[in-house]
């Protein structure tokens, strides 16, 4: 299902649709994952649509989806297998935010191996007649560390990949991330692919996780969003530095692919979280970002981008 060696783009709900995806793969990402998406959502109200959305130039892709029960779990990956194809559907077992977890899902199940085994057997079984597998992203469990036994009725359930964020739910995105447990997760696994995530924040860390932690792939997720480059620099070995003006043009494509799936002016207020990331590191970036944030429209947004890109200051 994956090939020794990839890197790929982690899933990041508001930043990772499909015209971000395209241009992470353009730099060398070598799979993408769509965000997460509620399974009753799916199921009851078609909700997926401009989650949903991607293009050839993305794949392979994994569908992600997140739910509190295997059968509402199972329909809603039955769903997306049919109208979508992609190359895998991945159910989330590792957002962590109090919305989700009142809801009874996505994290709040780690604390039930046996029902997150339970899951990928119903939904392995709902997919057979697309022949689309099934991944999951998890973390360490909830409270405490319980890989072991999540990982055991995982791969009793028949999960074809399995990606670990190495912390607890309870954790959030605090402390380190701790890459010993992909290690011993693979040892566990056996033949299935096991991905890293985490912590991730320059390509030499994802050669470095590579030799030491003998997983088949590793995920850049935040590090991606201020630096996509990060996949050029991978590659080619080598620090590459991006210029303010080449960051704008970056942002530029992005709207206009946007602008496929989204609303136009949605598209315009869901990019500003991005706008602020590719400025991080950039000399003025309090001064653009102000403009950014002020622009009331695309139009407005669109000339201030132009207005930050002729300035003469560069990183
Ligand atoms: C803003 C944000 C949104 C995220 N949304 C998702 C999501 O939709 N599905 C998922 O499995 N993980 C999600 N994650 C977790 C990331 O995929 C990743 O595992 C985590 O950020 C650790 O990797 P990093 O240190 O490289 O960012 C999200 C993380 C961030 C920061």
Redesign the pocket.
């Known amino acids: 299902m994956i090939k020794k060696g990839e890197v790929i783009l ?7 649709h499909s015209a971000f995806r395209r241009l992470c793969k353009e730099l060398g990402a070598d799979r993408t ?4 998406m509620n399974a009753t959502g799916i199921v009851n109200r078609g909700e997926e649509r401009e989650l949903a959305y991607f293009t050839p130039l993305e794949r392979p892709i994994h569908l ?1 989806v ?1 739910g509190r029960n295997p059968e509402e779990i199972a329909k809603a990956a039955a769903v997306l297998a049919e109208k979508y194809r992609p190359e895998a559907i ?1 159910i ?1 077992f ?2 962590s935010v109090k919305k989700v977890l009142k809801a009874k899902a996505a994290g709040y199940l780690l604390q039930f191996p046996k029902v997150m085994g339970e899951i990928v057997r119903e939904t392995v079984e709902a997919l057979k007649p697309y022949s689309v597998p099934v991944s999951a ?1 998890i973390r360490l469990g909830f409270y405490e560390d319980n890989l072991k036994e999540i990982a055991e009725n995982l791969l009793k359930g028949g999960v074809s990949l399995i ?1 670990l ?1 190495p ?1 607890t739910a309870k954790q959030g ?1 605090s402390g380190e ?1 701790d890459w010993s447990k992909v290690k011993l997760l693979k040892e566990i696994a056996g033949e299935v692919p096991v991905v890293g ?4 924040k320059t390509w030499k860390e994802i050669e470095r996780k590579f030799e030491e932690f003998n997983c088949d792939g590793v ?7 201020s630096n996509p480059w990060i996949f050029k620099e991978y590659r080619e070995k080598r620090d590459i530095e991006v210029p303010l003006k080449e960051r704008v043009d970056f942002i530029l494509r992005e709207l206009s692919l946007m602008w496929e799936f989204f609303p136009k002016e949605k598209a315009c207020k869901v990019i500003k979280a991005h706008i602020t990331q590719i400025f991080k590191g950039i000399r003025g970036k309090a001064r653009f970002n102000e403009l950014v944030m002020k622009s009331k429209d695309c139009k407005e947004l669109i000339d201030n981008l132009k207005r930050v890109k002729q300035t003469t200051l560069q990183i």
């Open positions: 982690a899933p990041m709900a508001g930043y990772t994952y769509s965000e997460l992600q997140y991945d989330n590792g957002c992203k990606a964020h912390r995105f991330a995530s985490g912590d991730i995920m850049v997720g935040r590090a991606a969003v």
